[in-house]
């Protein structure tokens, strides 16, 4: 971070890198867009404001219908935006998240193993320190611990998911002592490597999870999404069928059927087929929606 540019100067620069409009001065009852402000400790707040408001609907005299999912949205999408630069998300109140910068550069594969923790991995809920470790392997240690002494949990329901979801490799080694930079005593250390082919895919089945979890409760982790292989696909597929698109599985185990995630996934416009296994344990081959 430039010496130049105040933490809240550059979160400014980041949103409106990603054609998100930041707000200043007066607000009027249409205003739309982001606040950013300074916060103690050198962190930054970036609240939504929807409908000339700067707090969550759920604040309002008389909200209108879907202002909350909106608001909510509009949370999401600024921490997917902040996040992807490395930054650290410390704090997710109804007012917007509060982000810390980087103290410095980051390399590309320790930004991008933040951006899928505080993305997918509930950091309120654990806390995660990432360095690289190889840049020769493409591999990146990650410390983790949980708040109230719920370190495993936090290592096995909080950060694997995540990291495995957005197509990592994981290895996970118990050990006494964290990175250092927190006072924490007792970590999990893992040694994790982003996805080096399929990207496209990947990038899919995160959008498809987001869907999913947007329109249904306690989706969990039972919902599998990872890239199709040829030997996924019906016997008589071509040879590259399997490109763009994904093997979906749910194992049943949630409080929706299958059929609750088919219908939400058939409105958004993707496509479902029937794997080699046809019907069989309700998976399924999903390709993208039309363009």
């Not at 604040?59 to 949370?75: I, S």
């Not at 250390?189 to 869907?211: D, G, K, Q, Y």
Request: glycine share 8%; proline share 6%; charged share 20%.
């Amino acid at each position: 971070m430039p010496i130049s540019q105040t933490p809240a100067e550059l979160a400014r620069q980041i949103l409106s890198a990603a054609s998100l409009p930041v707000l200043d001065g007066e607000l009027s009852e249409n205003s739309f867009g982001y606040r950013v402000a300074e916060q103690p400790g050198g962190t930054v707040r970036v609240s939504p404001v929807l409908d000339g408001h700067t707090t969550t609907p759920t604040d309002w005299t008389q909200p209108r219908a879907g202002a909350l999912a909106e608001w909510q949205t509009m949370n999401r999408t600024a921490c997917d935006v902040v996040t992807a630069e490395g930054w650290e998300r410390t704090d997710d109140a109804w007012g917007g998240n509060v982000f810390r910068a980087p103290a410095g550069p980051l390399h590309s594969l320790v930004r991008e193993t933040v951006h899928v923790l505080e993305r997918d991995g509930q950091p309120t809920y654990a806390w995660f320190d990432v360095d690289l470790l190889s840049a020769r392997t493409g591999t990146v240690r990650v410390d983790v611990a949980g708040g109230y002494n719920c370190r495993q949990l936090s290592l096995s329901d909080v950060a694997s998911p995540a990291l495995h979801a957005a197509g990592f490799d994981v290895e996970t080694i118990h050990e006494d002592n964290g990175s250092g930079r927190r006072d924490w005593h007792t970590a999990h250390h893992l040694v994790v490597r982003p996805p080096s082919e399929r990207r496209e895919e990947w990038a899919l089945a995160h959008a498809v999870r987001r869907l999913l979890q947007a329109n249904h409760r306690n989706v969990g982790w039972e919902v599998h999404l990872s890239p199709a292989l040829p030997s996924h696909l019906p016997e008589d597929a071509a040879l590259d069928a399997h490109h763009g698109a994904l093997m979906f599985q749910f194992s049943g185990h949630a409080v929706h059927d299958a059929n609750a995630f088919d219908s939400t996934l058939l409105d958004a416009g993707y496509t479902l087929a029937p794997s080699r296994h046809k019907w069989w344990r309700h998976m399924r081959i999903l390709r993208p929606a039309a363009k």
